[in-house]
């Protein structure tokens, strides 16, 4: 793939099938589960991503044997049950929050000291919540630069059980990843949460992942969580297709007055991601929830809207270029955790937009989108995934658009541009 990647606008609006490949979320949660797991777990529909591939690569270096085929998108693990077998080693995350935040927990289960880094942009994302959590169990967990970022340090000697404490205002995935080793403790846990929690839908993921592979966790008191010691099942697991990765087709529905079918998510989806097509019919689309897909049908005539994002932050960007194509603003809240996320996602979002000529306003939480005419320019992806495949949307409709570094999706969605050029029919 070139440097950049000038995005066709379509001539007719879109109408077409597809299928995301796999959640990264998913995929993740399913691969560090498994490898605690006491047996051989068989994981389909596996994401082939950069992120996938560096959690693949630490958890063979932690000692996990790992098959995976990517051609067939499937992975073999075979679990220690709880027992991490490596005792010293140094991981590279590059940017995976998901991947950093997990292992980090996970290295709390062995014996000996392990070393987690990650690129520049890594190095500023905050992890010191999680290293709290951890030290209130006697694990000397440390941010070795004193930052609260990574490089963190971790002297793992099994968890002993007790009562933890877990801030999930910044990243959910701190509150997940204690979750997720908490059946590995030698005694009971309780993790008691201290204040909000931002995308709380991924933390239902999380539990229904662990209980799909046959964990028990006592909910019975609010806002604390019950983990008596417990063995992960393997199992044959199918992961849902990419909610996130589907948002980008849904509006591509939605900015071209199209149709759009998206296959293997339904209202039942493990991912809160599929409400995002809420957002949408809020919006004027047409949305139908199939027993097998959903599909959303555009409009003529959009509205902006005034929403909170906080539990579908990942979708926000998706959003944020669907509304200069609706009549009047549209006011996104509550994601001031984008912030923490590969870039700033709310400063970058607003500064794109206003670079190919759109008036946004930034807030501390979020931004209101004022539709406007938008001309041609190259935007700037800040190593950020989801800039690319969200503002690929304005090229759809726009003269002009081009996407700087399209090779940062191989971090999710290698094959997005692929795939977004068959929906639209261009390849």
């Not at 589907?246 to 209202?267: D, W």
Request: contains cysteine; negative net charge; charged residues 20%.
């Amino acid at each position: 793939m070139s440097e950049t990647i000038a995005i066709q606008p379509v001539s007719a609006p879109i109408h077409g099938t597809i299928r995301p490949p796999g959640s990264k979320s998913l995929t993740n949660r399913a691969l560090v589960i498994a490898a605690l797991a006491r047996g051989v777990t068989r994981l389909s529909g596996v994401l082939d991503s950069r992120d996938t591939e560096v959690m693949i690569d630490s958890l063979r270096r932690l000692g996990i044997p790992v098959e995976q085929s990517r051609e067939l998108g499937t992975a073999v693990i075979n679990g220690c049950g709880g027992n991490l077998p490596a005792h010293s080693f140094d991981l590279w995350l590059e940017n995976s929050g998901t991947s950093i935040r997990f292992l980090t927990a996970v290295c709390a289960l062995g014996q000996g000291r392990f070393r987690l880094d990650g690129n520049t942009r890594m190095r500023e994302r905050p992890i010191g919540d999680l290293l709290d959590s951890l030290k209130q169990f006697g694990i000397a967990a440390n941010s070795e630069l004193g930052t609260e970022c990574p490089p963190v340090i971790v002297n793992g000697t099994g968890l002993r059980g007790g009562t933890t404490t877990v801030n999930a205002g910044v990243s959910s995935q701190f509150l997940s990843a204690m979750l997720m080793v908490a059946p590995a403790s030698s005694a009971p846990v309780e993790i008691r949460l201290t204040g909000p929690v931002v995308s709380e839908p991924y933390i239902e993921m999380t539990l229904a992942v662990m209980e799909q592979f046959g964990v028990e966790v006592d909910r019975s008191i609010p806002d604390a969580y019950r983990i008596a010691p417990q063995s992960y099942q393997p199992r044959d697991y199918d992961i849902e297709p990419d909610a996130s990765a589907a948002s980008y087709f849904f509006a591509a529905a939605a900015v071209t007055g199209g149709e759009v079918t998206v296959e293997g998510l339904t209202a039942s989806a493990l991912q809160g991601d599929v409400h995002f097509v809420d957002a949408l019919e809020r919006m004027g689309c047409k949305v139908t929830w199939g027993q097998a897909s959903i599909t959303v049908r555009g409009v003529d005539r959009l509205t902006g809207i005034d929403i909170d994002m906080n539990a579908i932050s990942d979708t926000a960007q998706t959003i944020a270029c669907v509304a200069p194509f609706a009549e009047g603003p549209t006011r996104i809240r509550n994601v001031a955790h984008m912030r923490h996320k590969e870039t700033d996602r709310v400063s970058a979002v607003v500064t794109e937009l206003t670079r190919l000529g759109l008036t946004v306003e930034e807030h501390p939480d979020g931004m209101t989108i004022h539709p406007g005419p938008i001309h041609g320019g190259t935007v700037s992806t800040y190593d950020d995934h989801r800039m690319a495949m969200s503002f690929a949307l304005l090229g759809l409709r726009v003269p002009g658009i081009v996407i700087a570094d399209p090779r940062c999706t191989s971090k999710t969605y290698p094959e997005f541009f692929r795939d977004l050029g068959r929906l639209c029919g261009n390849v």
